[in-house]
């Protein structure tokens, strides 16, 4: 009988565990363990003590038609004006050879081959080839420095003429820059072949110039090329470069353009078949491609209607979501979250529209039935044990 008592005490204490958990369940479960907020959870805490956290803003055709048309980094904008670069001309570093000819035999510069003595022409004097020195200049025999820096080949060549009348025989001069550092272009980074690569006159695009260094080391749509001109930097996706091609514009000299291997990735939180750092495999991808690379939701715990993408934006753009004034203190960026409800089919193209960027993080809410399975599965913790140890009590009377 003193047995029956105890195993009656202990289910009389079980009895008060399920009213407890019951009366959790009432209080929508917050004081059970979960991976995330809810939906509702997302919502509320966009507000905090009269303070706004983060936006909160519902996916729709606005928002998806106002992210579209925002402008994206492009060298068509930034230098496309600058069109085909200038003739190019003699600067300091690059190396000058000079060769020059006299109509006579007894010139300064004459040389006059022979064949068994005979006479058979007159060859041309040629210069050591010079570096053009940090003041612009170079030498030439019997008349002395002449500026070079800043003028093309053939300005040069007929200043060495006028120069030389009277002391050369009708001297005939030809100037050619055999390396030119003034009028080439730097490529570095992620490609086979780092180098300057030399201009020539015609004019050279980006691409020719990545072609010359022996292409990218990295998948096309892992590789971003940065270019940096008159003391400006724009950077933009290789596959943008190649897709598009009034983004493939004329290098111009002292151009400094770095391939970067930067893979893009998402991080998937919460309600998906894989919690992870995923990458976008491509140049750019959907929101619902991402939630298809995350495995989808799970059946067992999402809540379709609490899909999340938090992300960083600039001011600018928040202001044009909102449709209000940003204020003068706003910061550089803004914490923003979109939100999109699955449970509505139409949402799925809205998915599609919605294009995802390096470093963003999606959400998945887990449902409120999943938290009240969560007590059951915790009442069952507590109980079994005791139920198990009635049955043992019974059957060994």
């Known amino acids: 009988m003193r047995g029956h008592l105890h195993v009656r005490r202990a289910l009389d204490k079980a ?30 805490q966009a507000v905090k003590d009269g303070k706004v956290q983060f936006e909160i803003l519902d996916v729709d055709d606005g928002v998806i038609k106002t992210l579209q048309s925002q402008p994206v980094a492009s060298f068509h904008s930034r230098f496309g004006r600058d069109g085909i670069p200038p003739e190019p001309r003699i600067g300091t570093g690059d190396s000058i050879a000079i060769s020059i000819w006299e109509a006579g035999g007894n010139g300064l510069f004459a040389q006059i081959t022979t064949v068994n003595g005979i006479p058979t022409g007159a060859r041309p004097a040629t210069i050591p080839e010079q570096i053009v020195s940090q003041d612009g200049d170079i030498s030439i025999p ?30 005939q001069v030809i100037v050619t820059v055999s390396k030119s550092i003034a009028n080439s272009v730097t490529i570095s ?11 020539s006159p015609h004019g050279e695009r980006l691409l020719d110039v990545i072609a010359a260094a022996g292409g990218s080391h990295a998948p096309t749509y892992e590789t971003f090329v940065k270019l940096s001109r008159h003391g400006d930097t724009v950077t933009i ?3 943008q470069l190649v897709d598009d091609p009034s983004e493939n514009i004329y290098a111009w000299p ?35 491609q991402a939630l298809g690379k995350s495995s989808g939701l799970l059946d067992e715990r999402a809540d379709a209607a609490g899909v999340f993408l938090f992300r960083y934006e600039p001011p600018s753009l928040v202001s044009a979501l909102t449709k209000t004034p940003s204020p ?3 910061a550089a960026s803004v ?28 959400y998945v809410a887990n449902a409120r039935s999943n938290q009240i399975e969560k007590l059951f599965q915790l009442l ?18």
Do not use: W
């Open 15 to 44: 009895a008060a565990g399920l009213a407890c958990v019951a009366a959790l369940a009432l209080s929508d479960c917050s004081t059970l363990p979960a991976a995330g907020p809810t939906t509702a959870e997302v919502v509320d």
């Open 142 to 171: 019997f008349d002395g420095r002449v500026k070079v820096a800043g003028r093309t080949p053939f300005e040069v060549q007929q200043g060495i003429q006028r120069r030389l009348q009277g002391k050369a025989v009708n001297p």
């Open 189 to 199: 980074g992620e490609v086979v072949n780092g180098a300057m690569v030399p201009l």
């Open 237 to 239: 996706p290789l596959a």
């Open 254 to 288: 002292g151009d400094t353009i770095t391939l970067v291997r930067a893979p893009q990735v998402f991080e998937a939180f919460g309600a998906t078949g894989r919690n992870a750092e995923i990458p976008f495999g491509s140049e750019k991808i959907s929101l619902a």
């Open 328 to 330: 003068k203190d706003q």
């Open 335 to 362: 914490p923003v979250v979109y939100h999109l409800d699955l449970s509505d089919a139409k949402s799925y193209f809205l998915a599609q529209q919605f294009a995802l960027q390096d470093k963003d993080v999606v």
């Open 380 to 397: 069952g913790t507590l109980t079994n044990p005791i139920v198990t140890g009635f049955v043992v009590k019974n059957s060994a009377n």
